[in-house]
């Protein structure tokens, strides 16, 4: 047994930044599936929020207020406020670390217009602002590297509980494929998001739910799963995305008949109106028969910003399209569609980052010594629909004040008792049953068809009717996955078996959101439903908590927070 | 259908590697990343390889596709076809490898560790953030870009025979630091950084910048190094001695002409660009006297290694 007083899951921005809070008085353990500077923060182009007003005023009132209606009004106004104010300080502790950042003319920080935020907030690298942060961490952790313990490539199975307080978590090393339990005083989990149950998605392979799975499974609830982004520019067929910021710097989009079709949609924000908005105006080009040569895509169009401008703040990008399909945008067009990106919901937490369990009577009941951060969580600051460049944010502010949280238990809490061998041998049967099964299905298969399912019936626009099929389709997959066909049964970095479980993982995450969708009566934010077009604050002014009973699941409510702003309609 | 022809290893069922070809149909648009998760997914499970972003950010996914280190990703699969259709694939060099074609990065990662990779500044940090201007970002913007891919690193013909030697990733994220002008330690790093293993061990070849997936491009980075080296007056060292005197035997005993087929296979052509590369500070350390290293002709893979021997004592 593997002894830390606190172990960290995940290792991108959110775990990176809570081992750092803990790492000078307690032993931390850090463990993520991959290489930590390979997690998916790195992928985060665009920017970071702040209201530095490093380009013109800005204030953290407007920016809680942009993040409160670009949330249309379902996110917490008491955590969003802390959040907000928190922003600027936290930007600038990246930069003492060593953090780049583009700058201004001046030398400070520059700042760039971005989706829903009525200023320039998005501090950014280039276009790689999330790998820039993510390696600032990293080489932070490198130089503390004798009080943080890096499990590199390292899987987590599953949360050790007694239903109350956390105890641990059963890890193995991918490498060799030994079985551990991790005993800790304290678990703080910074899985990262789970957009892989989507066919179209930005995700990188390794978003699959684990984290959020392993919570459920030990009886937390998911909040909000209904609530995932669609950004409005994929590439594509292949999901790969192009920043918002290839918007933020004045890229326009343009339907099959050379149209700038949003000024039908958000006539003052045109193609800077929330993700939401933009992705359901081209998917409404697009089934209305206007996309291009009336296929499923539209296009970007960059060419009028000039080979400088795109080199200076956008050559990612332009690299993403000449070797993904070819297209170089300082001359031609892009072609995207909406690529599910974001979730929104996920393990509840408190403003301090720790795990909520229920608010029976207003009173929040949490699983001790267990804490949560970045977009595995669900605070919940981004509401219904998550603002561009506020995910970073939320990982770092949120990272940190989880590792707060945690440090603050630590001075009190001791290690909680375990039946090691029992933990053990519950993810061993798992494993076993893997190997056991009669293999007359294709992993492949169900796992495409999960995809493809989950895209088509329960993306952008959903209704009734195809929520129903989607779930009846889902389970129908789970039975199937039960009779997959394994070819690997060795030990040594059996990278086959570990993705067999993460469509474990998938197959249930997609249960969840289809079926907190179906509930959800209403259209609001990312969910959209046509059988519902209006939000309908009346009956679904409330967040959703999944909770696992038995085989069913059973959703419960909760309010929302709101403190400042009034929900009202939410035009732009 | 187009072949794909993979270098297997799996020390569980087998001592030795071996290749096995994989026919797959390469449609447009699929990327070697692509083809090679279609050949796991629907062919043989157990192939084995890294991957996460599949948006050449993350660099997990190094291969050797052709002989040449690569990201799996980034490629379109259709561009790598040789004339019998053929695509071999092979795990990343200059690493062990555990399995097929993943390796092992633990050296690679323990020389990024070795040049102190984060920003020292002891002085109180002001309220807002440090100024920086745009072009000293500028300095810096290149080197930031590297994902740790290793490709470099892979492919890089000093490491092949002297595992001492930092490698190019190391030193691009040295530099990250030395040009960063918020970093008050410039002077340490350029002295460790010009020890034997450092800077003045690089043969200029170049392999580097074609290998590398992104603006890291680490040779000119190296180069960049050198230059405040010689510009803070950090050239009597073991290092750059040795370093300048190679380069001035070559020039002086005209191997560069006469012997064009080991110089040029261990890519030593660029080295009398060095001269142009970093001009006044090689200039002067050249006025110096500098025993020549080589007296004869060498015309063995064996004998640049024995070379190398040389520079190491
Ligand atoms: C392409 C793209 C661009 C984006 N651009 C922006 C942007 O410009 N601005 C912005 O604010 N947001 C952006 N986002 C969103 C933002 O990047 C993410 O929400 C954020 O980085 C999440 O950080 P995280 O720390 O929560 O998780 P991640 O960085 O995803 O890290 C998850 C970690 O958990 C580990 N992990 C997961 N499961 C397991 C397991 N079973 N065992 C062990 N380890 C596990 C992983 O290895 C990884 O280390 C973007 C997202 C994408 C996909
Ligand atoms: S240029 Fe230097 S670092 Fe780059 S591959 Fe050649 S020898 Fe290695
Ligand atoms: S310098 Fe380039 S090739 Fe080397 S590790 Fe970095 S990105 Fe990869
Ligand atoms: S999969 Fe991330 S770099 Fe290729």
Redesign the interface.
């Known amino acids: 047994m593997i002894k830390h007083d606190v172990v960290i899951v995940g290792s991108g921005l959110a775990g990176m930044r809570a081992a750092l809070e803990l790492c000078k008085d307690h032993d931390v353990a850090i463990l993520s599936k ?2 930590p ?4 923060s ?2 985060a182009q665009g920017g970071i929020a702040a209201a ?1 007003g490093n380009s013109g005023d800005d204030s953290w009132q407007e920016h809680m207020f942009d993040t409160v209606k670009g949330g249309d009004y379902l996110g917490d106004q008491d955590a969003i406020e802390e959040y907000c104010k928190a922003a ?1 300080r936290v ?2 502790e990246l ?4 953090c ?10 520059a700042q760039r217009s971005f989706g829903g935020h009525s200023k320039p907030r998005a501090c950014f ?2 276009d ?1 602002t999330g ?2 942060i993510l ?1 600032a961490l990293h ?2 952790l ?2 503390n ?1 004798k009080s943080i313990k890096i499990y590199s490539e390292w899987y987590m199975h599953s949360l050790i509980s007694d239903g109350s307080r956390c105890a641990g978590v059963v890890v193995s090393d991918v ?1 060799t494929g030994a079985m551990e339990t991790m005993h800790a005083k304290a678990v703080i989990f910074c899985t990262g998001g789970y957009g892989r149950v989507f066919k179209i998605t930005s995700n ?3 978003s699959t739910a684990d984290g959020v799975i392993a919570a459920f499974n030990a009886g937390v609830p998911l909040e909000d799963p209904e609530f995932v982004q669609y950004h409005p520019s994929g590439l594509w ?2 999901g ?2 192009f920043s918002e910021a290839a918007r933020g710097e004045g890229g326009t989009l343009l339907n099959g008949d050379g149209k700038r079709f949003m000024e039908t949609y958000a006539p003052t924000r045109m193609e800077l109106a929330p993700r939401d908005i933009v992705s359901r105006a081209e998917q409404s080009e697009i089934n209305e028969g206007r996309g291009i040569d009336g296929k499923d895509f539209v296009h970007l169009d960059l060419t009028h910003l000039g080979e400088a401008k795109i080199m200076e703040r956008l ?2 990008i332009r ?2 399209g000449i ?4 297209v170089d945008c300082v001359k031609d067009l892009l072609p995207i569609q909406p690529t599910a990106h974001y979730s929104m919901g996920g393990i509840p937490t408190d403003i301090n980052g720790q795990v909520i369990l229920n608010h029976g009577d207003g009173k929040a009941t949490p699983m001790e010594g267990y804490f949560a951060a970045g977009e595995c969580a669900c605070v919940s600051v981004h509401g219904a629909n998550r603002l561009g460049t506020n995910s970073l944010l939320e990982a770092v502010v949120f990272g940190e004040r989880a590792g707060r949280a945690a440090l603050e238990y630590l001075k009190t809490a001791g290690f909680a008792p375990i039946n090691e061998s029992q933990e053990k041998t519950k993810v061993l049967n798992q494993v076993e049953e893997i190997y056991q099964s009669d293999g007359s299905e294709s ?2 298969e169900v ?1 495409t068809e999960m995809k493809e399912t989950m895209t088509s019936l329960c993306g952008v626009y959903r209704n009734e009717e195809n929520l129903k099929e989607c779930i009846s389709a889902v389970k129908d997959l789970q039975s199937r996955f039960k009779k997959g ?4 049964k ?7 078996l570990y993705e067999i479980m993460e469509l474990g993982n998938m197959l249930k995450m997609a249960e969840i959101i289809a079926t907190s969708a179906l509930q959800r009566k209403e259209s609001r934010g990312g969910h959209s439903r046509t059988d519902f077009p209006k939000r309908d604050d009346d009956n679904f002014l409330h967040h959703s908590l999944v909770y696992k009973n038995g085989e069913e699941l059973e959703i419960k409510k909760r309010p929302v927070t709101i403190t400042k702003y009034k929900p009202v309609e939410r035009t732009y | 259908m187009s072949v794909i022809k993979i270098k297997r290893f799996n020390p569980e069922k087998r001592k030795d590697s071996y290749f096995q070809e994989f026919n797959v149909d390469l449609k447009p648009g699929t990327t070697l990343l692509d083809a090679l998760n279609e050949i796991k997914w629907e062919q043989d499970g157990s192939l084995t390889y890294r991957m996460s972003c599949r948006s050449a950010i993350c660099g997990s996914c190094g291969v050797k596709a052709n002989g040449h280190a690569t990201l799996a990703c980034q490629k379109q699969a259709e561009n790598l076809l040789d004339k019998n259709d053929v695509i071999t694939v092979e795990p990343l060099g200059n690493m062990p490898v555990i399995k097929d074609l993943v390796t092992d990065f633990k050296q690679f990662w323990e020389k990024v560790d070795q040049v102190k990779p984060f920003l020292k500044n002891e002085q109180a940090p002001p309220e807002k953030e440090r100024n920086q201007s745009p072009e000293q970002f500028k300095l810096i913007d290149d080197s930031s870009t590297c994902i740790m891919c290793g490709a470099c690193y892979s492919d890089c013909n000093v490491l092949e025979v002297d595992d001492k030697f930092l490698g190019p990733a190391a030193l691009a994220k040295a530099q990250r630091f030395v040009g960063d002008s918020r970093d008050e330690d410039t002077l340490e790093r350029v002295k460790e950084l010009s020890e034997p293993g450092g800077i003045w061990d690089c043969t200029h070849c170049g392999e580097c910048v074609e290998r590398c997936p992104k603006p890291a491009q680490p040779f000119y980075r190296i180069k960049e190094i050198m230059t405040v080296a010689l510009e803070k007056g950090v050239h009597n060292n073991n290092g750059a001695r040795h370093a300048l005197s190679f380069t001035k035997s070559i020039k002086n005993s005209g191997l560069l002409n006469e012997n064009t087929l080991p110089v040029e296979s261990m890519g030593f052509t660029n080295i009398k660009g060095l001269l142009e590369l970093v001009p006044v500070g090689l200039r002067m350390l050249l006025k110096g006297k500098v025993p020549p290293i080589i007296h004869k002709p060498c015309d063995e893979l064996n004998d640049v290694k024995r070379i190398f021997k040389e520079l190491d004592q």
């Open positions: 991959v290489y500077s390979r997690s998916h790195g992928a530095l600027p930007i600038y930069e003492h670390m060593g780049i950042f583009s700058r201004t003319p001046e030398g400070k920080i690298a280039a790689r790998h820039s390696h080489e932070q490198l130089k590297s490498r990188a392979f390794a067929r292949q790969i995305l050559p990612q690299q993403l070797d993904f399909i070819g992993y492949n796992r066909k394994v070819t690997d060795g030990k040594l970095f059996n990278t086959e």
